[in-house]
């Protein structure tokens, strides 16, 4: 059972382009929802978190959308860089439990 | 502050054999989880330890088996490796309760041949 949907696979722009990955989640007793950029051969960072209490959180560049009632989340990336070309990971987790259940990932390619 | 440390990075093993791989906390973090990482499967949870006792186990076989020692390092063991058990091995370190945020390790990248 696939607790935490993410889509889409992949996702080309180009730089200035603002993606959009979405997350989709069944678990109401989440409340924690982090987002993570991961780079070939490097493990995963964390990048911006949301608990259920805010609707969005900035930082930077990302903002984390967070839609309580749908049990939906997504990462926006302000003016994208191909830099910020890397696999994106959503993920949630309950209460003190350090479990992390991850979405499948996102590939982005932002091309200059 | 060093970040997560995975020792070894690479790893080359052959079916049947064992394998340990290790894991350094962020400095002053209680808690470690590990992850396996697979083009397939995507990121699946392993087992946490907090204060040197497993809080959570994910739905991996009883070959896959952990410890945390005083100190907070940790160590995950497979035994009787399979070929699937081809896969990036990645720790994370969290600093306790009520702190959720978790720092990944580079990984462990184990080949089973």
């Known amino acids: 059972q696939q607790q935490v949907k993410q889509s889409p696979q992949s996702l080309i722009v180009q730089k200035g382009g603002i993606p959009i990955i979405n997350c989709a989640y069944e678990n109401t007793a989440f409340d924690y929802f982090p987002w993570y950029q991961q780079f070939p051969g490097k493990g995963p960072a964390l990048l911006i978190a949301?608990?259920?209490?805010?609707s969005e959180k900035k930082e930077g560049r990302f903002t984390i959308s967070f839609n309580k009632s749908a049990k939906q989340f997504s990462l926006h990336i302000m003016d994208s860089q191909p830099g910020d070309s890397a696999t994106y990971f959503c993920a949630a987790s309950e209460g003190s439990n350090y479990k992390l259940t991850f979405g499948k990932g996102t590939l982005l390619t932002v091309n200059p | 502050k060093a970040g997560v440390t995975q020792t070894p990075r690479y790893l080359i093993k052959t079916r049947g054999q064992q394998v340990t791989l290790s894991c350094s906390p962020i400095?002053?973090?209680?808690?470690v989880s590990w992850y396996q990482q697979t083009p397939g499967q995507g990121l699946q949870f392993l087992f946490e330890?907090?204060?040197?006792?497993?809080?959570n186990k994910g739905n991996f076989p009883g070959r896959f088996s952990g410890r945390q020692f005083s100190n907070s390092r940790s160590e995950m063991n497979v035994s009787t490796l399979e070929l699937g058990d081809s896969a990036l091995y990645l720790c994370?370190?969290?600093?306790?309760?009520?702190?959720?945020?978790?720092?990944f390790g580079q990984g462990t990248r184990l080949t089973v041949v």
């Open positions: 949301i608990r259920p209490d805010v």
């Open positions: 330890y907090f204060s040197e006792t497993q809080r």
């Open positions: 994370a370190s969290s600093r306790g309760p009520g702190r959720a945020e978790a720092f």
């Open positions: 400095s002053g973090h209680r808690s």
